[in-house]
């Protein structure tokens, strides 16, 4: 371990865990058993429980796990629980010493309405680490600053008159008279925000369309807009040239990436987050566009707009946890009943490969396939082993990859950006997406790149393919949930096949199994920012 020790820890690795050897815990996948028995090596006997230094990293350690799950702070009192579940003899006295530390940060947030003066307000203790929660106040200060910096309304009546439909009218009018607008939708609702972009471009406005995934003729990815690589550049200031940004994919934001794209908006420019609130939420802490969505601080438009077809009444179903029966007279969504993983992954290769292509004309390259997991005997590595062999086989003499392989490169958590391999050499594998040669470092390609034939519905949010085969193995069942199944069912344009091997946990995960919830503190500080600027001044 001593490779990924320094790599997080630097160069004073060793003298940092002679002083503390609980500091192991910073390494990733480390846990806190390994870290206690490394510590009980170094200490003997003196390495208890209820050692401050243990304490003080787990604290830490229990809410960067947390985030990882997208909570941006916990409730004290759930922290506290976790505490005495890793056996602290005090967690509350624990939690105290973190907080007066500074090692975290405390937040009293108000429950309910306000109380008449001289009652006490309700509130609940939240804790947080100081980079989710320093991002979480920027970013709601910079909404309200967009919000409130807004110079009035434009005359886009005419653009709006000559909008393709109502609901397209209908945004234009919003961003016409406001800083900070909400637009949420289906797949087919994607057309109004674009339609918003070229009515401001046609007024003469600067415009950027940013989207989770890339691919869009007419936008760049969120991520190539922040590192510089993409979009309109920045101003003196740092800030961005534009006077429009409209976002798709917005439930994909995470906090911290949010709140670095709200900084770089300008007074005075528009800002437009647009979304379908039902998809999986984003891979990072946070949960910001549902949180600006519940505190209804800025103009909310819904689109009118329903995605067409069988699998577009199919997926609406979903959204609403209905599982129904769609009329699909060209078979555009069918129902693959197997009896065990191994048939799963023989009859998705037999789908991609042959099925689909030749009732459809989709050659297999536009064919997905999307299941839960990674692992397991029909999570995305037994699929794209048996898909590489039946469309692509050879020896992987490019540590696992051949030249024609389709592969994801995941460079940072969250962005799983869809390529092909070229070749590979001593500088690394060379990949081509989408026209785009990129190298990927030969020491970072076990980490960043993987077979792409197969995904997770997570690495699939954002894009979409002509067919999709969706995989559900029987061991797939209670990683289920509305969210995944929406996602997963909604990548697909012309074609649906389900590859059913879960029962009745399909229709049960539908109906019963919402979103995990994430505590976060966003929709609190907008509203509090609302209505401090409804105040009159003394």
Known sequence: MAGPVAAALGDGAAQELSENPWRLLAVPAVRPTQADGFARALLGAGAGPGDERRTAVLVGWLLAQAGLKGHTALEAAVLEKALAQYGVPDPAEALEQSIAEASVLVFHEPLGPPVEEGEEQPVRILVGLEGAAMAEESLADGLARLAGTFGGPADWEQAAAAAPDRSSAELIRAVAGHGLVTHTGGEAARAEPLALAAAARELGLRVCVAAHAPGGADSVTVAEL?????????????????????????????????????????????????????????????????????????????????????????????????????????????????????????????????????????????????????????????????????????????????????????????????????????????????????????????????????????????????????????????????????????????????????????????????????????????????????????
């Open 226 to 538: 922040l590192s510089g690589q993409e979009g309109p550049g920045r101003d003196a200031d740092g800030q961005f040239a534009l006077d429009l940004l409209v976002v798709l994919d917005a439930p994909q934001l995470d906090v911290e990436s949010a709140a670095a794209l709200v900084e770089g908006v300008a007074d005075g420019a528009r800002l437009v987050l647009s979304g379908d609130p039902a998809v999986l939420g984003s891979a990072g802490a946070g949960r910001v566009f549902a949180d600006v969505l519940a505190a209804r601080t800025c103009p909310q438009l819904v689109s009118r707009t329903p995605d067409p077809g069988p699998v577009g009444e199919l997926v609406s179903g979903v959204g609403i946890g209905e599982l129904n029966q769609v009329d699909a007279p060209g078979k555009e969504v069918v129902i693959v009943p197997v009896q065990d993983a191994g048939e799963a992954v023989h009859r998705a290769v037999q789908l991609v490969a042959e099925s689909v292509p030749r009732a459809f004309g989709i050659p297999a390259d536009s064919v997905q396939v999307i299941t839960p997991g990674h692992g397991g005997s029909a999570g995305t590595r037994a699929l794209n082993a048996a898909l590489k062999e039946r469309l692509n086989p050879g020896p992987g003499r490019f540590g696992g990859f051949d030249p024609g392989d389709r592969v994801v490169h995941v460079p940072s958590p969250g962005r799983a950006l869809p390529a092909r391999v070229v070749s590979a050499d001593a500088e690394g594998l060379h990949l081509d997406r989408a026209g785009v040669r990129i190298v990927v470092p030969k020491d970072l390609v076990e980490s960043q790149v993987r077979h792409g034939w197969a995904i997770t519905a997570h690495q699939a949010v954002g894009a979409r393919w002509p067919a999709v085969v969706v995989v559900l193995p029987g061991d797939a069942a209670q990683a289920l949930s509305r969210d995944w199944v929406y996602t997963a069912f909604g990548r697909a344009e012309r074609h649906l096949s389900v590859v059913h091997g879960v029962d009745q946990a399909l229709p049960r995960a539908v109906a019963e199994v919402l979103p995990k919830p994430r505590t976060t503190r966003l929709t609190g500080l907008l509203k509090a920012l609302a209505a401090a600027g409804e105040q009159p001044e003394q």
